[in-house]
């Protein structure tokens, strides 16, 4: 790969890392100081936990990706970057630019999902 599309995938995920990071400060701010002058009813205190508990579900999803993001930086530190985990093969540049986090060459990528999907042979 070449190193200016290795800085800007670098670039990327930084900014990535970032808008997650900011976020979870976000939600954790809101879950622990939350408005509770707008709570006039039963309803309204329902609606907020409700939306407090879809809140932390996405929280812990891009948690998730927080640590792919910081493998991924990782393995760009160490010289591993783009390199397919299940067959060794180089992962496509494009792929690298469409999905930085990749870990799987698309071949290996699709039979994976054929898998998970109970469609292996």
Known sequence: MRKRD?????????????????????????I??????DLN??????SSEASQTLNLRLRDREAMLLSKVDKTLKKIDDGLYGICESCGAEIHPQRLK???????????????????KGFAD
């Open 6 to 30: 290795l800085d800007e995938i670098r670039k990327k995920l930084m900014v990535e890392r970032e808008r997650i990071l900011s976020n979870a400060t976000k939600t954790m701010d809101n």
């Open 41 to 46: 009813d039963e309803g309204d205190v329902a």
């Open 32 to 37: 622990t100081n939350p408005n509770l002058d």
């Open 98 to 116: 469409a999905r930085p986090v990749a870990t799987l060459c698309i071949r290996c990528k699709q039979e994976q999902e054929k898998n998970e």
